[in-house]
């Protein structure tokens, strides 16, 4: 299908990828934004209702920059620690207008968590803000990681501003370029850390041209209008809650809306509904709570609704239809492509898979033993990270090898180039020789008991190599249900765990994904605790 064909279908223009816009630096393409669609134009609307134009964006940004920047030099990563909203994306501005790099800290991920990414990206100085702490309760955290690095606090630079800070904001706001430092736009941007759903998060240096062509990628795949109004609950620690969440509005010229939470649902469809919000970033676990929180209407202002970051459920997709008649798009993204790769778009959705590569990109698939029709999933744009800074060598950014990033999802594509995920190849369980996706085994739990978390993984077992292991809130989960589904619906039986575990809550991340090491000492330690108890 062309990209003739999908306006055609959807009655919508797209607009060609064009890489020379992202040739530029992340702030140098907010400045020409705030050019483009005037200073006073609201680009955020912030937690607390309080609007920012781009000229407020701009002025904060120059002047708490260059009070940031003492004590630092250019190339220097800067650690910040915020929430969704109006002054992460400030301190993000402020900290790449001079030439430092912003390193977004999970502060979901504990002390342990962080302390490790501060080694990792070279981080000596965080920014964080007394409220949040104050609120988030995070005290403890503090304390724990100021050993390892300087904690700022933005009430105090702000109150602190020198004549100087504001004479830089002021020129700034005349002449942005003769003040803002003006670094290649193949050099690094920002650091962001990978879920670690699996295993230690690694930083993920991404350049400026990364990122905005990322952004030109999107805006190529996906039609936005002036009087789009975009919400975003997401985390700016987290790549989509970054760059689509957050930069993508701001150089598009598309008032934003920040939330500082994605676990506040029956606050998020209120203010969905007073704000009369048009596009919706969120994922499969949050969504799927909007629209159980919400009345019929709440949601009706929204003509887009992108889900990312975890496979979407037919039964998130179903209950959206049914109560609100609102069609969601899967998309896919990982970190290291800063991080769109695929979406279904308007006119152009095929249910069951992510839809197609954004331009741009180029994909290739690797054969995975025991897998037939699909493979390995490596891409390569310009949008694929500078590289990896892993934990054993800090600050050192390893480049993929020749352009190449290997996602580790095994998937399928069709002829018409719409991409199927079919897991992650460390998601898939040995079981006398087969393989077999834990994916396809939550998803069997999920059609059965839908108003319930579950996930799936796979323990070493001596007689059949590995068995696998369901763990759910539903304490009337019976595995016999999960036999005669499969049965109903061709699947293999290899596919039915053959232990079940209840628990009060499934593990997850900051990011709504399930946070799989957690998951896998839940089962290690039931299996410890059962064989003790049988001797």
């Known amino acids: 299908m062309t990209l003739a064909t999908i306006a055609a279908a959807s009655g919508e223009e797209i607009v060609p990828f064009d890489i020379s816009r992202a040739e530029r630096t992340v702030f140098g393409a907010f400045a020409r934004a705030r050019a483009d669609f005037g200073g006073d134009k609201v680009a955020i609307i912030d937690g607390d209702e309080r609007k920012m134009t781009y000229d407020d964006i701009l002025k904060a940004a120059l002047a708490l920059g260059h009070a940031l920047k003492k004590g630092t030099r250019p190339g220097d990563t800067v650690g910040i620690m915020l929430p969704t909203g109006a002054a992460a994306v400030i301190a993000f501005l402020g900290v790449s207008a001079y030439g430092r790099i912003p390193a977004m800290l999970n502060f979901t991920s504990g002390s342990a968590g962080i302390k490790s990414a501060l080694r990792t990206a070279q981080v000596k100085r965080v920014v964080t803000a007394h409220r949040f702490v104050e609120l988030g309760k995070l005290e403890g955290l503090i304390a724990e990681i100021e050993p390892n690095a300087d904690i700022l606090y933005l009430e105090d630079v702000r109150e602190n501003l020198s004549i100087t800070d504001k004479a830089f904001a002021g020129v700034g706001m005349l002449l942005p370029w003769l003040v803002a430092s003006r670094p290649p736009h193949d050099a690094p941007a920002v650091i962001l850390f990978t879920s670690g759903t699996e295993g230690e998060p690694k930083g993920v240096a991404l350049s400026h041209l990364n990122i905005l062509s990322n952004i030109e990628q999107v805006r190529s795949h996906i039609v936005f209008y002036p009087t789009d109004v975009l919400f975003n609950p997401l985390p700016t620690f987290h790549c989509f809650g970054l760059t689509v969440g957050a930069l993508v509005p701001l ?71 049914k109560k609100y008649s609102i069609d969601l798009l899967e998309g896919y993204g990982v970190t290291e492509a ?125 007689r059949k190599g590995e068995v696998i292991v369901l763990v759910t809130t539903n304490s009337e989960a019976k595995r016999h249900d999960l036999v005669g589904w499969a049965h109903n619906h061709g699947v293999t039986e290899l596919a039915v765990p053959r232990k079940i575990l209840v628990t009060d809550a499934v593990p997850v991340l900051g990011t709504g994904k399930t946070n799989y090491v957690e998951v896998q000492k839940l089962v290690v330690r039931d299996v410890e605790v059962s064989q003790a108890a049988a001797q």
């Open 338 to 462: 800063a991080p769109v790769v695929a979406a279904n778009q308007p006119g152009a959705s095929r249910s069951g898979t992510v839809g197609r590569l954004v331009q741009g990109m180029t994909a290739r698939l690797e054969p995975v033993e025991g897998i037939p029709n699909a493979g390995r999933l490596y891409v390569k744009g310009p949008n694929v990270m500078l590289g990896y800074i892993k934990p054993d060598a800090p600050g050192v950014i390893v480049p993929p090898e020749g352009g190449w990033h290997d996602t580790g999802d095994v998937v399928s594509i069709d002829e018409d180039g719409f991409i199927a995920i079919k897991g992650r190849l460390k998601r898939f369980a040995k079981i006398g020789g087969e393989s077999v996706s834990l994916a396809v085994v939550e998803s069997i739990a999920s059609a059965l008991w839908p108003d319930h978390s579950h996930a799936a993984v796979a323990i070493p077992d001596g």
């Open 251 to 321: 150089v598009l010229g598309i008032t934003a809306v920040f939330h500082p939470t994605p676990l506040q649902p029956h606050e998020i469809v209120r203010r969905i509904r007073n704000t009369k919000a048009t596009i919706l970033l969120s994922t499969d676990t949050f969504i799927s709570q909007y629209a159980r929180a919400g009345d019929e209407g709440d949601l009706q202002s929204l003509r887009l609704s992108v889900c990312g970051a975890e496979r979407l459920r037919d039964e998130t997709r179903a209950l959206l239809r």
